[in-house]
């Protein structure tokens, strides 16, 4: 019961700056959009699919985009609190350690549903046609796998606070091979062998492959239950190592 108390007291904290700036959720999506705005087109030019099924191909990946950007940096105001001091307060406090990583985690899922939500209404103007069963699953599965990015970011921070530009290095390094080995802008169908070799390693290629069919209606396939996998190991993971890094916090 403690552990859920703190949990939800560090949860509404990293909350409220976001509900007092909305502004700062939609400008996470400058990017995205513009991506969208690029390469639906281009994709449709490509492949001759018709307006609507490349916004339905295209979004689910940009929604995907849109998590890993906003999860993956996430860590780098943990690294702001470390270097005021706000983090060493915190743990002074009676807060038990695992909550300090779990309510940040799981605040995680508010920015990234609302982004999400933003992109949908959005695109759907433009011929955007989906399941609604099949987005609320889809969007649970984002909530999930966007609570590992987070816990995976909040771990680099408290690894590299002393050296804060190893944190950038690092996040992206990794961000811009995972984002083209998902699938994300372009098919891989017709790209090298060790190419498509690499993105059966790269966990976002499931949840990528697994958005796309949700979005279609398509909720019994081998695909999603694979995506749902990789996203509940994602979240396992980075709670693992993020609750074991705040424990072992000075």
Not at 23 to 42: D, E, H, K, M, R
Not at 79 to 84: L, P, S
Not at 102 to 111: D, F, H
Request: net charge positive; aromatic share 8%; proline share 5%.
């Amino acid at each position: 019961m403690k552990l859920a108390t703190d949990t939800g007291l560090v949860f509404t904290r990293e909350l409220r700056p976001l509900l007092r700036d909305p502004f700062t959720v939609l400008f996470g999506l400058i990017q995205p959009l513009i991506f969208l705005g690029l390469f639906a087109p281009l994709l449709t030019g490509m492949t001759g699919l018709n307006t609507a099924e490349s916004l339905r191909w295209f979004v689910p990946g940009v929604l995907v985009m849109v998590a890993l950007f906003g999860t993956s940096t996430t860590g780098a105001n943990l690294i702001q609190e470390m270097q005021t001091g706000s983090h060493e307060r915190q743990l002074v406090t009676p807060l038990t350690r695992s909550s300090l990583l779990l309510g940040r985690a799981l605040k995680e899922i508010a920015p990234t549903v609302a982004q999400a939500l933003v992109v949908i209404a959005v695109t759907v103007p433009f011929g955007l046609r989906l399941s609604v069963l099949g987005v609320i699953v889809g969007l649970t599965m984002l909530a999930v796998f966007s609570v590992g990015m987070g816990a995976l970011s909040y771990s680099l921070a408290l690894a590299v606070k002393n050296q804060d530009w190893m944190f950038w290095v690092v996040q992206q390094t990794l961000l811009f091979p995972m984002l083209i080995l998902a699938g994300m802008l372009l098919p891989l169908d017709s790209g090298p062998g060790w190419l498509r070799t690499a993105a059966h390693v790269n966990p976002l290629t499931y949840v990528v492959d697994a958005e796309r069919l949700l979005f279609a209606g398509d909720l019994w396939n081998r695909t999603v239950l694979e995506g749902a996998v990789a996203a509940a190991v994602t979240a396992a993971v980075g709670l693992w190592v993020g609750i074991h890094a705040m424990r072992r916090a000075t």
